[in-house]
């Protein structure tokens, strides 16, 4: 099965992966979904939404917080370093992440389209003007924009919030011209961005699946692979350098 993906992966030019929170679960970032996830503790409504923010900021602030401090301890691992040897090797790839932890981008993906926004970010509620190096915000006392007054937020985007049209858009472009889409480490629940590997194989990409367990799109998925990502992206990339080689 790997040997028949990497057989048609080593005559592609144009590759898509899209990954999920399972990509970092080996550096050691919760997932949402699983036992131990974050939604488990908390419900996303109570989060990870405007209505939160506005009803209670301070806990809203705590929470992500708590995350960016977990976040800074951990590492990109073996999942997130094959990708970036992956994008080394075919002429157009691109990387779409679920994910707000930065950890591709501290592997060292260079095209990353980030769905959700990150963790590090910060920006205005009203009217969404950045704040990078605001740091980290005292839930007790959070800064207002100095354009607007308006409450500083995490730049992530919570349910119910329309993504970035830019990034949905080019993400939805590089699937309808993808020859082989990646989805990694993802229960492909969240939409729009489980939308994009449907897109893919409707416009004739082959799809693979790398997962701990089925999901969502596990019926309709050319290959999945069961596995840790951390695992099985250095080996079909090893796999790979073999065949460009020989
Ligand atoms: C929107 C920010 C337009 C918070 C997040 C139908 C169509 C369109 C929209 C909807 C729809 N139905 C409902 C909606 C609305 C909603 C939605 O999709 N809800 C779902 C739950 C049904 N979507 C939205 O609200 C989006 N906006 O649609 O705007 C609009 C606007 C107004 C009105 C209507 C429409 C916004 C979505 C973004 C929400 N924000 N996060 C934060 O992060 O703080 S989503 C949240 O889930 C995370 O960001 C995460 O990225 C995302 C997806 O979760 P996963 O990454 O998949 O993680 P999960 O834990 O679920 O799964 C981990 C997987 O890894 C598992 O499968 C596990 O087996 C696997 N795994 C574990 N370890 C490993 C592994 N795999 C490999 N190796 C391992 N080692
Ligand atoms: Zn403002």
């Given at each position: 099965?790997?040997e028949?993906?990497?057989?048609?992966?080593?005559?592609?030019?144009?590759?898509?992966?899209?990954?999920?929170a399972?990509?970092?679960?080996?550096?050691?970032?919760?997932?949402?979904?699983?036992?131990?996830?974050?939604?488990?503790?908390f419900k996303?409504?109570?989060?990870a939404?405007?209505?939160?923010?506005?009803?209670?900021?301070?806990?809203?602030?705590?929470?992500?917080?708590?995350?960016?401090e977990?976040?800074?301890?951990v590492?990109?691992?073996?999942?997130?370093?094959?990708?970036?040897?992956?994008?080394?090797?075919?002429?157009?790839?691109?990387?779409?992440?679920?994910?707000?932890?930065?950890?591709?981008?501290?592997?060292?993906s260079?095209?990353?389209?980030?769905?959700?926004?990150?963790?590090?970010?910060?920006?205005?509620?009203?009217?969404?003007?950045?704040y990078?190096?605001?740091?980290?915000?005292?839930p007790?006392?959070?800064?207002?924009?100095?354009?607007?007054?308006?409450?500083?937020?995490?730049?992530?985007?919570?349910?119910?919030?329309?993504?970035?049209?830019?990034?949905?858009?080019?993400?939805f472009?590089?699937?309808?011209?993808?020859?082989?889409?990646?989805v990694?480490?993802?229960?492909?629940?969240?939409?729009?961005?489980?939308?994009?590997?449907?897109?893919?194989?409707?416009?004739?990409?082959?799809l693979?699946?790398?997962?701990?367990?089925?999901?969502?799109?596990?019926?309709?998925?050319?290959?999945?692979?069961?596995?840790?990502?951390?695992?099985?992206?250095?080996?079909?990339?090893?796999?790979?350098?073999?065949?460009?080689?020989?």
């Amino acid at each position: 099965m790997l040997e028949e993906v990497v057989g048609k992966l080593k005559n592609c030019s144009k590759v898509v992966v899209l990954t999920g929170a399972g990509i970092s679960a080996e550096s050691g970032v919760p997932t949402f979904r699983g036992k131990e996830g974050l939604w488990g503790k908390f419900k996303p409504e109570q989060l990870a939404s405007m209505d939160a923010f506005m009803s209670n900021p301070k806990i809203v602030w705590e929470w992500y917080n708590w995350r960016r401090e977990l976040i800074a301890k951990v590492r990109p691992n073996a999942g997130h370093v094959a990708l970036v040897n992956l994008e080394n090797m075919i002429d157009e790839f691109t990387l779409v992440t679920q994910n707000v932890d930065n950890l591709h981008f501290l592997a060292g993906s260079k095209s990353i389209l980030e769905l959700h926004g990150n963790i590090y970010r910060n920006k205005c509620m009203d009217c969404s003007a950045l704040y990078e190096d605001e740091g980290d915000i005292n839930p007790e006392r959070i800064p207002t924009c100095s354009l607007c007054n308006g409450k500083i937020r995490p730049d992530i985007v919570w349910f119910g919030e329309m993504l970035d049209s830019d990034i949905i858009n080019r993400a939805f472009l590089k699937a309808e011209e993808a020859e082989l889409f990646f989805v990694v480490g993802t229960s492909a629940l969240v939409h729009p961005a489980a939308t994009l590997p449907i897109v893919a194989q409707q416009h004739g990409a082959i799809l693979v699946e790398i997962n701990v367990e089925r999901t969502a799109l596990s019926d309709i998925v050319d290959f999945h692979f069961e596995g840790k990502s951390g695992q099985f992206l250095p080996k079909l990339v090893e796999l790979l350098k073999e065949q460009i080689s020989t």
